[in-house]
């Protein structure tokens, strides 16, 4: 248990930027899955037009610091090979 007061707003910053955190994870997640789930049912035409949102939950992932660049890259590179099959 923190005792001083800098110590105590310190955990309570703490706990806060923990749940931000934790839901731009969980939405970057659900936006990947969504897309390789479309991906993998061949629903190329569907995957193709919800890339672009893919891409820019990647982007805004690596600009608030929640994955890194490389990646993103990497990310993006192979789920953009997903839908020129």
Do not use: C, W
Not at 34 to 44: G, M, T
């Amino acid at each position: 248990m923190p005792i001083t007061k800098s110590a105590k707003k310190a955990e309570r910053k703490s706990l806060k930027n923990r749940e931000r955190n934790l839901e731009r994870k969980n939405s970057l997640a659900k936006t990947l899955k969504n897309f390789s789930r479309l991906a993998k049912a061949k629903k190329i035409d569907e995957a193709k037009s919800y890339f672009p949102q893919v891409q820019k939950a990647l982007d805004k992932a690596v600009k608030q610091g929640i994955i890194k660049g490389n990646t993103s890259s990497r990310k993006k590179s192979r789920f953009s090979r997903m839908i020129k099959i």
